[in-house]
């Protein structure tokens, strides 16, 4: 009923416009204005509370230009979008607030294929089959199975607002995998070893704000090395079996999730691994800082800081941390630094040469959700430094650093696509691609 009362509205509005000779089209206010109303429209199959739930504005509050962005942002960092459009429509000294979405295609088949870490040696490849929107309520289903180098079977499921009266929500998966091992020190002139990792884990937890969430992930792992020797495990018979927990903390006020222009992040978290039923035993502490600020002329300065760093018995291999894998020092993008305790941080001055916009491509008949694309280009300037170390040698000893700019390509469906031409600290140079936004 509310959807058909807003397109009467349209209707009244274009209607009196055309009949005093104006143009008929709603108008985004550059003004302040209170909102009395807010409208959701083109969600046919997300529930309107999902969508709701994401945003700043509520009736009542005082609208900006930076206020509508903001939301506007994050409804599209929820994954479930080609477009969001939010327009203010005044209308007898009242102003309605109108969200309108085009939806993604939900049910989604997903070839997998790709280079381990960015080598080509280590090809994957693969399947998945993606609903991102179950039963309306972002609840998420994945499965996936994948050959190559370090193939993997794995099940996952989460619902982001599984109890709406304590506002909680529930994430479990199941999963093995085959992985080579990356450590370079415990193959020291010897032949390369697999792991076999077996997971199962659940996590629950409470949204407190828009912003704040904490929750407690609790899971059982069994790993095991293909060819068992002293320090690939803690057991002696080559086979780890433990359980693990942990505790998060999540601050996040980021707009956009895929190439974050504004916003703060802080990660925080504490994870046990082995409670006694195990010889398994140490702690994992880790803390990430982003922070995004808009500078004038449409710069951004990117900022993060982050470390893990461990306590109590033998750390597995397994669990080492690493830069030249996940985490990367433009510079010595390649080069792998490995230790138990790790510390980066990094700089960006981004500016956008084309800002994100949607594109409704109709050259060819495609379904709707496929037919609407968002782009966007940014030029961007970094610097990268950091350090891997264990705890009986010096922080600095592995410290490197790079810096360099590049170009990012926003690219459908949250991808980022990055090019880039970086320096290290002695001054070598080397070309970057990679699939994701730095940070």
Do not use: C
């Amino acid at each position: 009923m509310k959807r058909i009362l807003v397109l009467i509205l349209l209707f009244v509005l274009t209607f009196s416009a055309n009949a005093q000779g104006d143009t008929a089209q709603p108008v985004l206010l550059k003004s302040f204005g209170l909102i009395d109303t807010v409208v959701v429209l083109g969600n046919e199959k997300t529930k309107e509370s999902i969508i709701l739930r994401e945003m700043t504005l509520k009736p009542g509050m005082e609208a900006t230009v930076e206020a509508v962005e903001y939301d506007r942002g994050r409804i599209y960092s929820t994954g479930l979008f080609t477009s969001v459009d939010i327009s203010i429509i005044p209308f007898e000294q009242k102003n309605l607030m109108l969200v309108d979405v085009k939806e993604r295609w939900y049910i989604i088949p997903l070839p997998l294929f790709g280079f381990r870490d960015g080598d080509p040696k280590k090809a994957y490849y693969g399947g998945g089959l993606l609903h991102n929107n179950f039963r309306g309520l972002n609840q998420k289903l994945f499965g996936s199975i994948v050959f190559g180098y370090n193939p993997s079977l794995a099940f996952q499921y989460s619902d982001p607002w599984i109890d709406r009266e304590h506002n909680l929500y529930f994430g479990g998966g199941l999963s093995f995998s085959r992985v080579r091992n990356r450590s370079a020190i415990t193959t020291a002139g010897m032949a390369n070893f697999d792991e076999l990792h077996y997971d199962i884990n659940a996590t629950l937890g409470k949204r407190f704000s828009l912003y704040n969430t904490t929750g407690i992930n609790l899971g059982y792992r069994i790993v095991k090395v293909t060819e068992s020797r002293p320090g690939r495990t803690i057991s002696a018979d080559g086979t780890d079996r433990f359980l693990y927990g942990s505790i998060s903390f999540t601050h996040d006020t980021r707009n956009l999730r895929d190439y974050t222009t504004q916003g703060t992040l802080v990660s925080l978290y504490i994870t046990k691994t082995g409670f006694g039923e195990s010889e398994v035993s140490f702690t994992r502490f880790g803390a990430d800082f982003r922070r995004f600020t808009p500078l004038p002329l449409d710069f951004t300065l990117a900022t993060r800081l982050f470390s893990s760093v461990v306590s109590g018995s033998t750390i597995p291999t397994y669990s080492r941390s690493y830069f030249g894998y996940g985490e990367r020092i433009r510079g010595h993008f390649k080069t792998v630094f490995e230790g138990e305790n790790i510390a980066g941080s990094s700089v960006e001055i981004r500016w956008p040469l084309l800002k994100p916009r949607t594109i409704i491509f109709d050259a060819i008949k495609i379904p709707r959700e496929f037919s609407i694309w968002r782009f966007g280009i940014s030029l961007e300037l970094f610097a990268d430094a950091g350090t891997t170390w264990f705890r009986k040698t010096s922080v600095l000893d592995a410290f490197a650093a790079g810096y360099g700019g590049g170009i990012a390509f926003l690219l459908p469906y949250d991808f980022v696509l990055r090019t880039e031409y970086a320096w290290n600290d002695m001054r070598k140079g080397q070309f970057i691609i990679d699939f994701r936004s730095s940070f």
